[in-house]
């Protein structure tokens, strides 16, 4: 096994510095920041390292790994996190079915065990959000020895040669908690920071080839300007989501664009200040 991780780990490995040039965009969609980012989290996924992925709503986080899972060809499993988050929804549980006539008891497996045994990538979203006391059971799935004893069937699993983690978290956010540092540990961690610039043109130029360009430039600089706010401290972190922003470029192809970014920016956010600034700053670039 050891032989086999090692030889997996350089084909990958050699994979990414080959195409050094071509990083820049994922295959999933994914645009990078910088020209780093996108290798270096692709490095650490084919060293076996589970990936933290910490930015604000909407930065790109699960489109990054969504391109991870796109660039290697490994199916990927989601874990949205909550205080609801238990073991069974981690590992699987067991159930009653009948078969040949007969009741017997089957262990449905869940996204983690599945993931392990097939050699898949988890990907777990908002992994701040669940309880601490729940999380400690991956801990041996996440550090060296990558490796679960399944404590509703005794099965000791050891994870597949390809098998991936990569987390995810908003900073700060209502109903979140600071990761405990045990499993903070285990993560290699990248800060994923909205995209600007060129960049973000690009996002919009290849996301909506046929919108009017002027609608694009509206919805580019009004990112830009929402991004500023945020730094000023006078807006929250949510106000500049991408996501929102496309949602909204892909409304105004069909209604006002006013009202689009009322409906898919303003109207998320929960300070009346704030969405009043949102739409004042919006009404600068629709003519």
């Given at each position: 096994m050891h032989d086999l991780v090692k030889k997996i780990k350089n084909e990958r490995l050699a994979r990414v510095y080959s195409e050094e040039q071509a990083l820049l965009i994922g295959n999933g969609g994914y645009i990078s920041p910088d020209p780093t980012l996108w290798q270096d989290v692709l490095i650490s996924v084919a060293l076996q390292k589970p990936v933290l992925l910490k930015g604000p709503a909407g930065s790109g986080k699960t489109k990054l790994a969504e391109s991870v899972s796109a660039y290697f060809g490994q199916p990927m499993h989601s874990i949205n996190c909550s205080v609801d988050l238990d073991a069974e929804s981690l590992l699987g549980f067991k159930t009653i079915v009948q078969k040949d006539g007969e009741t017997v008891i089957e262990f449905v497996e869940g996204p983690v065990v599945k993931a392990m045994k097939e050699g898949h990538l988890l990907y777990i979203d908002e992994i701040n959000m669940a309880k601490a006391e729940t999380l400690p059971i991956l801990h041996s799935v996440l550090d060296y020895r990558r490796m679960l004893t399944n404590p509703f069937t005794g099965e000791v699993i050891e994870a597949h040669p390809h098998f991936n983690v990569i987390s995810a978290i908003n900073e700060?956010?209502?109903?979140?908690?600071?990761?405990?540092?045990?499993?903070?540990?285990?993560?290699?961690?990248?800060?994923?920071?909205?995209?600007?610039?060129?960049?973000?043109?690009?996002?919009?130029?290849?996301?909506?080839?046929?919108?009017?360009?002027?609608?694009?430039?509206?919805?580019?600089?009004?990112?830009?300007?929402?991004?500023?706010?945020?730094?000023?401290?006078?807006?929250?972190?949510?106000?500049?989501?991408?996501?929102?922003?496309?949602?909204?470029?892909?409304?105004?192809?069909?209604?006002?664009?006013?009202?689009?970014?009322?409906?898919?920016?303003?109207?998320?956010?929960?300070?009346?200040?704030?969405?009043?600034?949102v739409m004042e700053l919006a009404k600068t670039w629709v003519k």
């Open positions: 700060g956010y209502i109903g979140t908690a600071p990761m405990n540092e045990a499993l903070k540990n285990r993560f290699i961690s990248y800060s994923i920071p909205y995209l600007a610039g060129e960049q973000l043109k690009n996002l919009w130029e290849s996301a909506f080839p046929n919108a009017p360009q002027s609608l694009k430039n509206v919805m580019y600089n009004l990112a830009e300007d929402l991004k500023l706010q945020v730094q000023n401290g006078l807006l929250s972190e949510e106000a500049a989501s991408i996501r929102s922003l496309m949602d909204a470029t892909e409304l105004a192809q069909y209604i006002e664009p006013l009202r689009a970014i009322r409906y898919a920016v303003a109207e998320k956010l929960d300070d009346v200040g704030e969405r009043e600034l």
